[in-house]
């Protein structure tokens, strides 16, 4: 999935898109999602995040100078 392409807001180059996989377990990957509030510890997982209640992350990184940008929406998920 792609959107409208995005300028860079620091020297203007175009904005890539692309996202931070979430390794979790035994190789198993997701894409990394926005959690409200301060992280948990959880004894099991070492932090508690629900991949229920994550938002998908969309991360836009410059092509000129490499500024990294997320965004967060249900649209970013895997598909
Ligand atoms: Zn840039």
């Not at 898109?17 to 894409?31: C, K, L, M, N």
């Not at 301060?38 to 997982?45: E, G, N, T, V």
Request: glycine share 10%; with cysteine.
């Amino acid at each position: 999935m792609t959107t409208n392409k995005l300028l860079c807001p620091k020297c203007n180059g175009e904005m890539a898109q692309g996202f931070v996989p979430d390794y979790y377990s035994h190789g198993a990957t997701r894409v990394g999602g926005w959690h409200a509030g301060h992280p948990k510890k959880s004894f099991w997982s070492r932090t508690k995040a629900p991949s229920r209640e994550g938002i998908p992350i969309a991360a836009f990184r410059c092509e000129k100078c490499g500024f990294t940008e997320f965004y967060s929406d249900a649209k970013f998920a895997a598909q």
